[in-house]
Each structure stands twice: as structure tokens, then as C-alpha cells.
């Protein structure tokens, strides 16, 4: 979505990049993503309207995803092999550059709540496990029942990898990693991510999305980038700062930037899905799997929602 002279702000999320299709998912469910998507955008708008923060905007976006079963964050993720919800989270404020990311927590009910905190709160940028439950605590975030997180269709999943007589983990693409990228009305952007990562990860594996340069970057000179996919190949690639730099450095359109890192993680063996604000406000989204939940809007009233196909 190109700006124009009257864009104040603009906002767009994102629910997975997935290998969803028309034909693999029914009417109820598309109806049911979409209210999802649409409630999770209406979160981050209402701070963008009310001249609030990027920042806010995104941690808004992104906490209303968490919260949603539908989405494999928070609420709704994805397990481990061993059965655990084991979360990832992280935020950056394009304005300063600071960060804030936790890895495998498994009883904050919204982990990007914590990033935040981590960010602003405390002197490092990246923490995990018990530490970063520690943390939590002394900050005021209560523990919730790791129960809260726990879905039957995120089970099922887990026990339908299980049987199965091969592969490390989910590599039938059901992702729904969670992030939003807004830029407000003073001219900064932010990002945020949030997942449970893949169904079957094992030894405390930790993807793309909390690592600040792969799955999450903000910087105000170039813009916001929000990740989702195969998490391995989008560390090697740093692909968040890459495009930014991409953009930054040699001049690249954001579209031209998106599709470049992507055909790189293809290269790789990776698939996924990024959306990206500029500082001029201009909102881009790209992906390579058949489908990835998205919606956008901005202040001249645009707004499209979309999860499968051609990038709208
Ligand atoms: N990128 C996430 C990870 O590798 C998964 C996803 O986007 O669904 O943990």
C-alpha cells in the first residue's frame, strides 16, 4: 500500500505465513480468521488514531493476536515434542533502536507484554526460560496456568507429528506466528513478533522471530519488519535487517528489498512471509507460501484483509 501526502499513520499485521488454501480450509474457518485479523487491527489502529506510539500500536496488535486461540502465539501455540507451550517474543522501537526479546517462556500469558518490559525495563535486550520468568515477576507480570495456552487442535497437531514415522518437526508449514509493524503519526516505526514457534521443536530450540535482525527490526532510516516462516533459514539470513539494510544502504524499493531476502531464504530451503512499514508510511507485505493471514491499514482510511494468494 503506497502512502500519500495524508498518510499519518499506517499499521499492518500478520497472523503465519502457512500452506492454507481455499481448498484446505472452510468458510467458518476463513470467517473466523478474518474477525481475528480484523479485531487485532482495529487494537492497533485505535492507538494510531488516538496519536499514540508505534510501539503501542504494535505491542496492542500483537498482545490481541496472542490472546486469540486461532493464532500460534500466546493462546493457541503450537508444542513442543515434549508437550509444552514454549514461547518467543520480541519488540523494537525504530526510533532508538531499543529491543526487547524473551525465548521459551512457558507461563507469561502474553510474551510480548515481557519484551516490552525487557526493553524497557531491565539493561539487556534478549532473555530466556526461567530467567526471563524471573524477570517477569520482579516486574509485576503475574504467572499464568501454563494451561491457559493449551488448544485440542494444537494437540491434535502435535500428536499427528508424532505418528508420523520421519522429520524433525512441523514441516507441513502450519505456522501462525503473530507481528504487527505500524509507523505513527510523528514519523517512527516499531515491530513486534510473537509465536510458539514449530510444533515438535525440541532441546529449547528458538526460531527467527525473537531474534532482534532475523525475525524482528525497527529502525526509523529504513523501517519495520516483522517475520514468519522457517524460522532456521530466516536467522541465516538475517532477514528483518536485511531488507532494512537493503533499503537503507543501496536504495532499494521496499517490494524490490521483501522479494530479494525472500528468494534468498528460498535458496536456502526456506519459505515464509514479511510485512514491512517504511517511515514514509508505505506498508509492503511478501510471501512464499500459498498463504499468509494479513491485514494493513492506514490513516486515509485504506484497509484490506487477505490470507491466501497473490499479495494484494
Ligand atoms: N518463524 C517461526 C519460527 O521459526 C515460525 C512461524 O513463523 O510460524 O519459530
Not at 497472523?15 to 487494537?43: F, I, K, N, R, Y
Not at 520480541?90 to 502474553?110: C, E, K, L, P
Not at 514491512?276 to 494479513?294: D, L, N, S, Y
Amino acid at each position: 500500500m503506497t502512502q500519500t501526502s495524508e498518510t499519518r499513520w499506517s499499521i499492518a499485521i500478520h497472523g503465519g505465513a502457512g500452506s492454507m488454501t481455499p481448498a484446505t480450509m472452510d468458510q467458518t474457518a476463513v470467517a473466523a480468521h478474518e474477525a481475528a485479523l480484523c479485531a487485532a487491527l482495529a487494537a492497533g489502529e485505535a492507538v494510531l488514531c488516538a496519536g499514540g506510539s508505534a510501539l503501542d500500536a504494535v505491542t496492542a496488535a500483537v498482545i490481541a493476536l496472542e490472546d486469540d486461540p486461532l493464532f500460534n502465539a500466546g493462546r493457541g501455540a503450537v508444542f513442543t515434542y515434549e508437550g509444552v507451550n514454549e514461547l518467543d517474543a520480541a519488540v523494537m522501537d525504530g526510533a532508538t533502536r531499543a529491543a526487547g526479546a524473551v525465548a521459551g517462556v512457558t507461563r507469561t500469558r502474553n510474551p510480548v507484554t515481557l519484551a516490552r518490559k525487557v526493553m524497557e525495563a531491565g539493561p539487556h535486550v534478549f532473555l530466556s526460560g526461567e530467567g526471563a520468568e524471573q524477570f517477569a515477576r520482579e516486574q509485576g507480570i503475574e504467572p499464568c496456568d501454563p494451561a491457559w495456552f493449551s488448544t485440542p487442535e494444537r494437540l491434535r497437531q502435535l500428536q499427528e507429528l508424532k505418528a508420523r514415522a520421519s522429520g524433525w518437526f512441523d514441516d507441513g508449514l502450519k505456522y501462525g506466528t503473530v507481528g504487527a509493524v505500524a509507523r505513527d503519526a510523528a514519523g517512527h516505526v516499531a515491530a513486534a513478533t510473537s509465536t510458539g514457534g514449530l510444533t515438535g521443536k525440541r532441546w529449547n530450540r528458538i526460531g527467527d522471530s525473537p531474534v532482534i535482525g532475523a525475525g524482528t527490526y525497527a529502525d526509523d532510516r529504513a523501517g519495520a519488519v516483522s517475520c514468519t516462516g522457517s524460522g532456521e533459514q530466516f536467522i541465516r539470513a538475517g532477514v528483518a535487517h536485511e531488507i532494512c539494510a537493503r533499503m537503507r544502504l543501496a536504495g532499494e524499493q521496499v517490494q524490490d528489498a521483501a522479494d530479494a531476502v525472500l528468494a534468498e531464504v528460498g535458496a536456502m530451503g526456506g519459505v515464509g512471509g514479511v510485512i514491512i512499514v517504511t517511515p514514509a508510511g508505505e506498508t509492503a507485505m511478501a510471501f512464499t507460501t500459498p498463504g499468509m493471514f494479513r491485514a494493513r491499514a492506514d490513516s486515509t482510511g485504506q484497509r484490506t484483509l487477505a490470507i491466501f494468494g497473490e499479495v494484494d
